[in-house]
């Protein structure tokens, strides 16, 4: 056996040697075909003779290797040859050889093992050859006294590793790295099982000697480059970017090549190949630590390289002779190995590839090339070409569109992939038809449940709806039939100043809650002490507000007894105000009362609580579908319209039906317009008709407050000179009744000219809702309209009457007074009560007539009647027209409630008076009758009030209200309760602060107009600054105020010089401004 190891074992060199020309013969045998005489030689009866052999070769080989697998060798001793030592070089350090004791091994006699040794060593083997199995470090350390290092963790960046040693093993080998820097320890897992395989004693390393030679202690180094971590950070880089594109590369589909690369693996050198030193110790084969800081290490290169060329490995080439001798202890696996790269090669084309050996070595020993593991054969392919030195250019070339139908087989791969595509191709088109049908079936149910709950979801409102209508007119029978006891007894009023516009009026007004708050002067209905209000607020209402109305309304006692010092009465028991909780999830929605009290059920149950038991009945503003289910849910009657009829009738248009069948006068004009050809035909129709109207206007039905009204003057039109001569030729009345033949040339005329005019001359009248006359015929076409004339007259008044439509049927009006109107003359901005523009007879006859039509339509509640008078200039007879109709409780009548609070008197609009009673006084005529309150002995006054419900001023929101009052009260603006006239306000928010109301009272209209101009002027001065005057309406009033201040005096002048008839001389006692027509105002 000493011979065996002095000669290099060559029994089992031979062997494996042996086992490779039996294999190589066998590979050229099936190549070949042999003829002799013409006839062909069957060469099976051979090979199997070859494969008799190569397996009793290779089993007389395993039971070589099992006998001696027991046996530890150790390295024979290797003489160091002298070597001049450079000076520029490092001194290498030697151990001490008189240190290491001398330790020879007994003797070990084998004998034949048993089936059970020959089982366990089996077993062991296995076990030897997983260098990450658990159980190997243990079996090494048991069976040869190799201890490896604990690797689980990992350490710092590793500059170099050891080199391993390939050949015999030694025994009670062990590997410490005590000693070693942390560079040094091994880094990662793979690098760890790289070393356990090299330093795993293998089948040909462990043979076995009697008598073994003294050995010496060896030190294996590696040489240190500092290019080694940029090598293995280009390994890194490139194993990321096959991970990205491996599946592509594996189906070979085309692909980019990676474009950056870090470094790429130095071919191997003839100078590195020679560059092992190696020293051997002596004793017990133990590795002594070295200090290794000083000691430079040179760059790892393969040893052993070969390349592939056309996918074919030259048996003969000295670097494969050299790779193949160096490892053919584990020649089988590296064959295995081989084959799967050359094929891979072949499969793809590949010209040139160089193999590392000792990678492949490596992934052979550890198992690594098994591409049955989990990741499969993308991780397979990885793994192969990790082996390779020129692994990015084959890599680049493989991943080349097309590169796998070059190679090996590659016609019959390119008909696979095409089969396969199509196949799929088919069976995806048939699987997508058949799938079809099935999902037309899905979206149809889904469609029909989908309109199944839309239909039962529109069922259930309707029938919700109908049940709510249906109760509210149960119950407004009963409201109707016991309408005389509710009013005369104690009861509840449900204030809900709700606006149920459309949804497109709703987003068109800026501050829409604040515009549903500025009725806050319903609170005055508990004047009455049978009353008490529940007031429902759109907007949240600070401290401030709620505090000064709490005072406003206990001012009652203080009021009727003339003394300001007179305690407050108990009036806040009387009053509730409460905010809907919905406001908070709704606040950008501009939703009306109604629908935000709707989703407010805490709310509705607090009203529920303070009514129970109590007569109760609520009043809306414009009638909603939501105040009927809020009516329903709070099981109270509804005094108001149903919304249907107040839809219908709310209109432009609805409101001249009802004056028509009332027999009221109205403006001559058409409704219901939709199409530009009715309003081109009917306005020059009217035009035709009435030669002495100068302007026309427009209105769109559904606006209110004058937004959607524009105005058209017809002296733009070029044949009006012509026409006005044909209507004075034939005269007025004879025009009136003449024959459609006489008017029809004027017709033509006009109708020709009214587009022009009205494109080029119609101009809005509020242009901050419609900028211009295209966006309010838009508008105008698509709600509906009215054409409607202006008065013909240069004195023009306008009044707004409030009437109660009674649920017993009787008409009562509540208020009336002359308007304010702004500078375009079509915008209402106050009024003053009471009115003193129509003789009262008349004006309650025209509210009578329009009451009951308005109960024969099922109208119930308030509404308000606009009216326009004015002077015919053809035989000077004042003339009323009715211009529009209001169905709910407007400001006017708001404002009305507050001012008879304030006065304590009473609104006659019979007599067109406001009468206040005279101050009660405490008169002590004798002890007995001490304390009782008697009226004093003074007649019944009048006054005169004027009122604004929305003043705008935007600097009012940089004033507090509580600054805002003793700003007031410094300039003398108030309120004198003995006296009972001065200035009150009506404060809508607490929030925007923007916007509020003003009331002066006065014993005369001129002078409770001087103080309402004052007011405004004194306000606008003190909360605005030369450089920022805010938007306003106040110098619209003020410069309005001031012309019928001056037609006041004019006319006071002219009734003093003239006794005319009444109805004449109230007209000429209108305290009013006349509004003129001209064309420089219209332009």
Request: with cysteine; glycine share 6%; hydrophobic share 35%.
């Amino acid at each position: 056996m000493a011979d065996v190891l002095k000669n290099k074992d060559e029994v089992g060199h031979i062997l494996v040697q042996v086992q490779d020309d039996l294999r190589q013969l066998k590979k050229n045998l099936v190549r070949m075909t042999v003829q002799q005489n013409g006839e062909v030689l069957d060469i099976r009866a051979l090979d199997a003779a070859i494969s008799r052999t190569e397996n009793g070769i290779r089993r007389h080989a395993e039971d070589y290797l099992k006998a001696i697998n027991n046996q530890v060798l150790t390295l024979p001793y290797i003489e160091e040859p002298e070597k001049k030592i450079a000076p520029a070089k490092p001194v290498k350090w030697q151990p001490s050889y008189e240190t290491i004791p001398n330790a020879r091994p007994q003797k070990i006699q084998i004998s034949g093992p048993s089936p059970g040794e020959k089982h366990k060593s089996a077993f062991i083997m296995r076990l030897l050859n997983k260098p990450c199995h658990p159980k190997n470090k243990e079996i090494m350390e048991q069976n040869y006294g190799i201890q490896f290092p604990h690797l689980h963790k990992r350490n710092g960046a590793s500059v170099g590793t050891q080199r391993v040693v390939t050949g015999p093993a030694l025994g009670n080998f062990a590997a410490t790295h005590g000693g070693l820097p942390k560079q040094l320890h091994p880094k990662s897992l793979p690098e760890c099982e790289l070393t356990n395989a090299a330093l795993q004693p293998s089948t040909a390393d462990l043979s076995s000697v009697q008598t073994p030679p003294q050995p010496k202690a060896v030190h294996v180094l590696q040489r240190e480059d500092s290019g080694q971590s940029k090598t293995d950070e280009s390994e890194k880089a490139c194993k990321r970017e096959m991970d990205v594109s491996r599946n592509r590369m594996a189906l070979g589909s085309s692909s980019e090549s990676p474009t950056s690369r870090n470094m790429r693996t130095p071919p191997p050198s003839a100078a590195s190949a020679s560059s092992d030193n190696r020293v051997l110790t002596h004793g017990q084969a133990r590795l002594t630590p070295l200090n290794l800081q000083s000691i430079p290490v040179q760059a790892a290169v393969s040893k052993y390289p070969f390349t592939i060329v056309e996918g074919q490995i030259d048996p003969d080439a000295p670097d494969y002779c050299r790779f193949k001798k160096q490892y053919c202890l584990c020649w089988v696996a590296i064959v295995e190995a081989l084959d799967q790269l050359q094929r891979m090669l072949l499969d793809f084309a590949v010209p040139l590839a160089r193999v590392c050996g000792e990678r492949l070595a490596a992934c052979v020993q550890s198992s690594e090339l098994n591409w049955r593991g989990s990741r499969g054969w993308c991780a397979h392919v990885e793994k192969l070409l990790s082996v390779l030195e020129n692994r990015d250019e084959v890599w680049d070339l493989m991943c080349q569109p097309g590169q796998r139908y070059k190679g090996n087989r590659g016609h019959q791969a390119a008909a696979v992939r095409i089969q396969t595509c199509w196949r799929r191709y088919s069976a995806r088109t048939t699987y997508l038809l058949q799938l079809r049908p099935k999902w037309a079936a899905q979206i149809i149910a889904m469609s029909l449940l989908k309109r199944a709950k839309l239909g039962r979801l529109k069922e259930c409102l309707q029938a919700s709806r109908l049940r709510q209508l249906e109760n509210y007119r149960t119950r407004a029978e009963s409201l109707a039939a016991n309408w005389k006891h509710i009013t005369s007894a104690k009861r509840t009023i449900i204030h809900v100043p709700s606006l149920g516009y459309s949804q497109h009026q709703r987003l068109s007004h800026r501050g829409f809650d604040v515009l549903q708050n500025t009725q806050m002067g319903r609170l005055c209905d508990i004047r009455d002490e049978n009353v008490e209000v529940i007031y429902v607020s759109p907007v949240c209402l600070g401290e401030d507000v709620l505090q000064y109305y709490t005072h406003l309304l206990g001012l009652q006692t203080a009021i009727e007894l003339g003394d300001a010092s007179a305690p407050e009465s108990n009036c806040a028991k009387r009053f509730t105000i409460l905010m809907p909780e919905a406001m908070e999830y709704f606040s950008t929605r501009n939703m009306c009362l109604a629908s935000l009290l709707k989703y407010s059920p805490r709310t509705l149950k607090r009203i529920k609580n303070l009514i129970q038991g109590k007569q109760a009945y609520m009043i809306g503003g414009v009638t909603h579908i939501d105040d009927l289910a809020v009516a329903d849910e709070l099981e109270v009657p509804l005094l108001g319209t149903e919304p249907a009829v107040a839809q219908l009738y709310g209109t432009k248009s609805g409101g001249r039906r009802i004056f028509r069948s009332a027999g009221v006068d109205v403006p001559p004009g058409k409704w219901d317009i939709y199409t530009l050809e009715q309003l081109y035909e009917g306005l020059a129709q009217l035009m035709t008709e009435h030669m002495e109207v100068q302007r026309w206007l427009f209105k769109i039905d559904s606006e209110v407050g004058g937004r959607g009204t524009a105005y058209c003057d017809v002296s733009y039109l070029k044949c009006r000179p012509w026409a006005q001569q044909e209507f004075i030729s034939h005269g007025p009345k004879q025009w009136r009744t003449s024959l459609p033949q006489v008017k029809e040339p004027v017709m033509i005329k006009f109708l020709e000219e009214v587009p022009h005019l009205l494109a080029s001359y119609a101009r809005p009248a509020n242009t901050s809702c419609y900028t211009t006359w295209n966006c309010f015929l838009e508008h105008f076409l698509r709600e509906g309209g009215v054409i409607e004339a202006f008065p013909p007259s240069d004195s023009v008044t306008c009044l707004t009457v409030d009437l109660l439509v009674e649920p017993g049927g009787d008409v009562h009006m509540l208020s009336c007074g002359d308007q304010l109107r702004g500078p375009s003359g079509l915008e209402v901005v106050g009024c003053t009560v009471p009115q003193y523009s129509i003789c009262p007879d008349v004006l309650h006859t025209i509210c009578n007539s329009i009451g009951q039509a308005c109960q024969q339509r099922f109208i119930m509640g308030h509404l308000s009647v606009d009216l326009v008078t004015f002077l015919d200039p053809s035989n000077l007879e004042q003339q009323v027209w009715a211009i529009d109709l209001d169905l709910g409780y407007s400001n006017q009548l708001a404002m009305t409630q507050l001012m008879l609070m304030m006065t304590r008197g009473m609104l006659d609009c019979r007599t067109s008076k406001l009468e206040v009673s005279p101050i009660v006084r405490d008169v002590k005529s004798s002890v007995r009758h001490a304390g009782v309150k008697v009226k004093a002995q003074t007649s019944v006054t009048s006054r005169f009030a004027v009122m604004c419900t929305r003043l705008l001023h935007t600097n009012l929101s940089l004033v507090y209200y509580s600054t805002f009052f003793l700003m007031c009260k410094a300039q003398g603006i108030g309120y004198d309760v003995k006296a009972r006239q001065g200035t009150v306000f009506a404060l809508h928010d607490s929030r925007d602060r923007r916007s509020l109301g003003m009331l002066t009272i006065s014993e005369n209209l001129q002078g409770a107009l001087l103080t309402f101009a004052r007011n405004l002027s004194v306000i606008h001065q003190e909360i605005s600054a030369p450089n920022m005057q805010g938007a306003n309406n106040f110098k619209d009033l003020i410069k309005d105020i001031e012309e019928i201040l001056g037609m006041t005096i004019q006319n006071q002048t002219t009734s003093q010089e003239e006794k005319e008839i009444p109805a004449v001389g109230s007209e000429q006692l209108s305290p009013h401004k006349p509004h003129r027509s001209t064309p420089n105002k219209s332009t």
